[in-house]
């Protein structure tokens, strides 16, 4: 088992989580959980979240047959960090991935072997483990290496910066690259990744339906680059919306080094690529109806931070904020408030709305919850199995944090509905604190700290108190 090839100190760990699962598992049937993560998804990028200019139906069917979130966070607002504060149960002041590192020739900063990763601990309540999509955790080979983090299955792109590409010369298939001979250097667009790795999950559902398994599906939709098939959902939108063609690089094999493809139709590809997103969840729902699992079966929508605009994107034309401050890259609302929505038939209440403050690091205490096992120590998350549920007396967290690394370094703390934001702080450790009332203030445009000396206090001291500084990741050294 992967997870017992840890240090001797988790491996301990391990096997006192694989005993109590026996223990617990022999009284009560795990569920099944589905983690469907969307890639630079905006808040108001689903009509359920009040997205006007196209639908998101199969989404949206998720939130009547389950709960939506108007208030969950992203672990921060960019993608390896954010995964990794969703996998470790860690804020971004204590996660070991803090930031998009790349490593050559394919991968990003590996995961230190020392993290205790949700889907190991998953394992030793014995759910089968799969990730299909994007990883970005550590390359192939190295101990971030999906399959040596509690992944038993994983069928995707490994580095997020090939990830760019939805034609990409190879996929990754454990730890065998699977070349996509079609595409040849990316002047051809002949197989679609996400259409492969969507079919790849698909019969990770059908092979592991007699068994708990837990599902990571780690979509790159509708991350830049703007390019889809030339299909009846693009023609949909074709001559929908205004468009201003987007001039990008010439299509070559490095996605870092040639940029984004060009596109004459970015707003229709745009649409296009969040309803074939849609689709794609629709497929998933089906496959479990079909396999007869719907009933034990927890589906969580999400996405990693808020919505981008590289490649000719543009949130402000389709409002993918939602109405929120910022996009991906930026601590305001609109770069980590997330759509979040968890569908669960008969355990959680259809169309219900929670406006729950919580965020990716919670999901290792509740998955941990719902197997049966114990939750490790030393995490930031707790469980939201009550909130879920609608059972009373759930835990509530006294603050979130979270940090970015890159742009002069940032910070930002809510607690209640205080929100602070930190901006440059890697020049200049104390710098002015910006603080905004949410409940009068969501799109935060009125800083009030002159007003509330106290609260800026209170506010830098969970900042100073959280953050700890890493070597790998440093943010307050030059």
Known sequence: MTFLRKSAGVALLGAALLHTAVTVNAQKKQPNIIFILADDLGYGDLSSYGQQKFSTPHIDQLSKEGKRFTQFYAGTSVCAPSRCSFISGKHTGHTFVRGNKEIRPEGQQPIADSVVTLTEVLKTAGYKTGAFGKWGLGPVGSEGDPIKQ??????????????????????????????????????????YAPEIIQEQALKFMETNKNQPFFLYLAYTL?????????????????????????????????????????????????????????????????????????????????????????????????????????????LYEGGIRVPFIARWQGKIKAGSVSNYTGAFWDMMPTFADLAGVKTPQHIDGISIVRELTGKKKQ????????????????????????????????????????????????????????????????????????????????????
């Open 222 to 330: 509708p991350h830049a680059e703007l390019i889809a098939p030339e299909d009846s959902i693009l023609a949909r939108f074709k001559g929908t919306f205004p468009e201003k063609p987007y001039k990008g690089a010439i299509y070559g094999p490095e996605p870092k080094k040639n940029g984004y493809v060009s596109q004459e139709y970015p707003h229709a590809t745009f649409a296009a690529m969040v309803t074939r997103l849609d689709m794609y969840v629709g497929q998933v729902m089906a496959k479990l109806k079909e396999l007869g699992l719907d009933d034990n079966t927890l589906v969580i929508f999400t996405s990693d931070n808020g919505p981008h605009a590289e490649g000719g994107a543009d949130p402000a034309f389709f409002n993918s904020s939602g109405n929120l401050r910022g996009i991906k890259r930026d």
């Open 395 to 478: 835990a509530q967290h006294p603050f979130l944090y979270w940090e970015f690394h890159e742009n002069g370094g940032r910070q930002a703390v809510r607690r209640g509905n205080w929100k602070a934001v930190k901006m440059n702080v890697t020049a200049n450790p104390a710098p002015g604190l910006e603080l905004y009332d949410l409940s009068v203030d969501p799109a935060e445009q009125h800083n009030v700290a002159a007003a509330n000396p106290e609260i800026v206090k209170q506010m830098q001291a969970i900042i100073d108190r959280e953050h700890v500084e890493s070597t790998i990741f440093p943010l307050l050294k030059k």
């Open 150 to 191: 509690g992944i038993d299955q994983f069928y995707g792109y490994n580095c997020q910066m090939e990830s760019h590409r939805y034609y990409p010369t190879h996929l990754w298939s454990n730890d065998d690259r699977v070349e996509l001979t079609a595409n040849g250097q990316l002047e051809h667009t002949a197989q």
